[in-house]
């Protein structure tokens, strides 16, 4: 079976559009992760990627998103996620401390970035 690829889509406070790397590369422990579940050609996941982009850029301080890393996974090139999520994309999960995946409540398109932000923040309090 190929390896699957996922790409790690780092945002900062500051830095305006998304910084994407392919990486098999571990982040510092300390650092807390989201995981998209996602495919090319969804425009639902496009949508949810702009949003947590803008979720992402605004400013720093206690209220911001700077510590976290959003890993989008292409759910084709793993049977399992492919099998899991097809009907379901975008998927979005954090893991936790253990390493886990905990699936979030999907987020309407319809949100600011703003509560965007206080959903991500409140899911990782």
Known sequence: MAAAITATLVFAARRRPLACSLSSSSTPTNTRRLVLYSKPGCCLCDGLKEKLN??????PGSDSLNDVV???RD????PVWE???QYEIPVLAKENSDGKEEILPRLSPRLSA???QKKLLAAFS
């Open 114 to 116: 703003e509560i965007i």
């Open 54 to 59: 803008a979720a992402f850029s605004l400013s």
């Open 75 to 78: 759910i084709t090139t793993n």
């Open 70 to 72: 959003l890993q989008v």
């Open 83 to 85: 099998r899991a999520y």
